[in-house]
């Protein structure tokens, strides 16, 4: 009998059928089963309803478990007796009835012996248990002879503790007694009615274990059951010492601590510093970072568990996302498919219903059922960003390859590019199969820097790119960055188009001989060089002979640099000039950046600079070994560039310094404010009339080469401006003015963001307001800027003035009103 749909077992069975929940990494049904096998029986009938289609393919023909297995469905409730009724084509002789979502270990070899003994018409299987109220009551003569049925009865009642298990030995004239076409029920009305005709019907008193598993305490307790060995059945994998049972595959690091008993299955990652305490049980790849504490803990199959979360007495269902710092008390139970973020707190009994988002930092005190808290876009800062192979897994890869590539037209061609890590390789070949099945071609440069895959998107007949990277800082993480056909970051409007495509799955499936072709376009790196020569002044640069250091950071601009950089006269000292995935996933900018101003001192060079592995920022290092912080070497560039300008205007995004405008207007030019966005900056940035742009963590564009961030470009770019005047990179610093910024967060609900926005407005109606975005508020010589964060539930606040003291003190103060209007 396996068509139940567990309710009460919900969120856990929001989703599949409840004989298909796992009990210790395999589902009751199969656990029913291996049970049946173990007493003879080898033929077996499922009567399935509710999502048929989880255990049809599960099982199959029955084949894989030593039995042979047919189905009979039920397309209306047929109830318990009606449901075997619709089976009773397959059942011509004596059967036996069980349910597939129960654990049991009962005799049912002693049951059917019983049944023969007393030449039964119906033996049904008794259980004695403390509390009946939720079962059905069978009275027993002392003969075993059953005179009495009482259905979920009261206190008032009880008049006994034996209960039915709903494990039934029937003879086939059972189904006299079913009338066909509507539901019918065994307990009120065929065993009723068979006592009323004085057929034997009996019941035995079963040896064993037996649990109905309905509600969510059972669950958890069944498997304490199981751990505990009150019921026998198998656990997957090697039975360790102190009761723990490890799955094949395993990584269990040498300073985490396993209590037993547990269960720990295939292909899990157990890191240092983690606690798994008693009874808890992981399912197959389930990965558990650092210092995390569980105990009387189900995790299902494919969830993450990020550093240092700490789970009690919970359930977590299949392919969840925990992020670091999660605390879920007793009773917390997340549906399949949750994301809950970092630090965010799940009171008792709280549950998350399956595809649900709780916001980092949130205290969730109800279930969350129907809304999401602070869903998620697919699209972040820089792209579709996720841990590799959890969030951005292949098929996930797949899906948004074909959603951005029905946004574009029929046949229309795309650049791709990755860099040397094995997650980008997999990932970018998902993406170019996705991009082939809705009729896009894929032109791919294999290995490629972020600059050189925008520039060969710039060509007239390529409709646009895509590029897959680790995520600096986060080794863990993959971002797949996508490109218009100018080469800039897809813009925020068309980030909508191809949102909305993936999430209502909308996707364009063309014919097989239109599906896409994937080539290969030859000299991409020389086109790259050639276009970047003819943009600066090679001439004047040889005439300087500088000296350089730079430091390639182990990334695919290792490839094209060394080429320009021979072509421009200089003494170049190239550090870890060669593309390496570890040493990538291992990058520190300040750590590198000291190890150049080290040869910078020791060598005598004009100019240290670190291009950091993806090619698109810069850090750089003066003649005098001083690193430059991002905030000076923007300054020194605009005080450079600015007197060589093409164009009449900077575009700056508003959180950079206003000393900006003074630089620029000793030269005449004027400064355009941008949004925050790596997007918007770049958009701004292809506008005509701007000749430099450039965010505040290191990112320079040249409008004139390339609208985009470009690390070599610019590092050419500053030894041209630096030959042109004559200057030293580290008396241009010297000159530039001192800003004094703040910058605080305040935690913000979603839902709360708008209003604090529109009651900062108001409350600044005396003062002049910006409101490009977030708002801006400007005093006499001062500014604060408030600015919802996209992407998790804050808002930042920048402030400047004329000390360092007065900045802190106004974003203070700001931050300050926005916690008041939280209240």
Known sequence: ????????????????????????????????????????????????AFMANHIRTYFGDG???GVKMVYATEDTPLGTAGSVRNAMDELTERFLVISGDVLTDIDLSAMVAEHDRTNAFATIGLVRVTNPLEFGIVITRPDGSIEQFLEKPSWGQVFSDTINTGIFVLEPEIFDYIEAGRPVDFSSEVFPALLADGRPLFGAIAEGYWEDV????????????VLDGHVAVNIPGFKMGGGVHVGEGAEIHPEAIVVGPAVIGENCRIEAGVRLGPYTVLGTNVRVRANTDLERVIVHDNSYLGEGVRLRGAIVGRSCDLRSGVRAEEGVVLGDECFVGEHAVLG???????FKTVEQGAVINSSIVWESRGSRSLFGRVGVAGLANVDITPELATRVAMAYATSLKKNATIVTSRDSSRAARMLKRAMMAGANAAGVNVLDLEVASVPVTRFIVRRPDHAGGVSIRLVEGDPQSCVIR?????????????????????????????????IGDIGFPPRSLEQYTAAL?????IGAIREARFKVVVDYAYGSTSFVMPNMLAKLGADILGVNPYASTLGALNFDRHAHAQEVSAVVRASGAHLGAVLDPDGEHLTLIDDSGRVLTHEQSLLAFLTLV???????????????THHAEAIAALHGVTVRRTKVSTPALMQAAGEPGVGFAASTDGGFILPGFLPAFDAAASLVKMLELLARTGARLSTVVASLPQPHLAHETVVTPWEQKGMAMRSLVEMSKD????????????????WALALPDPEEPLTHVWAEADTESEAKALAGEYARRIRQLLR
């Open 1 to 48: 009998m396996a068509g139940g749909e567990g309710t009460r077992l919900r969120p856990l069975t929001s989703n599949a059928p409840k004989p298909m929940m796992s009990l210790v990494n395999a589902p009751m049904m199969e656990h029913v089963v291996s049970l049946l096998t173990r007493h003879g029986f080898d033929e077996i009938v499922v009567t399935v």
């Open 63 to 65: 084949s894989d478990f």
């Open 214 to 225: 309905g509600t969510l305490e059972s669950y958890l307790s069944a498997h304490k059951d």
């Open 348 to 354: 008792a009994g709280v549950k998350v219903y399956p």
């Open 482 to 514: 996508f490109f218009d056909t100018t080469g800039a970051d897809l813009p925020e409007d068309q980030q909508r188009k191809v949102e909305r495509l993936f999430g209502r799955e909308d996707f364009r499936r063309v014919f097989p001989a239109e």
């Open 533 to 537: 020569e003819a943009t600066v002044d």
């Open 642 to 656: 600015s007197g060589h300008l093409v164009g009449e205007s900077i575009a700056l995004p508003v959180t950079v």
């Open 767 to 782: 003062r002049e307001v910006q409101l490009i975005d977030g708002v801006k508020v400007r005093h006499e010589e001062s």
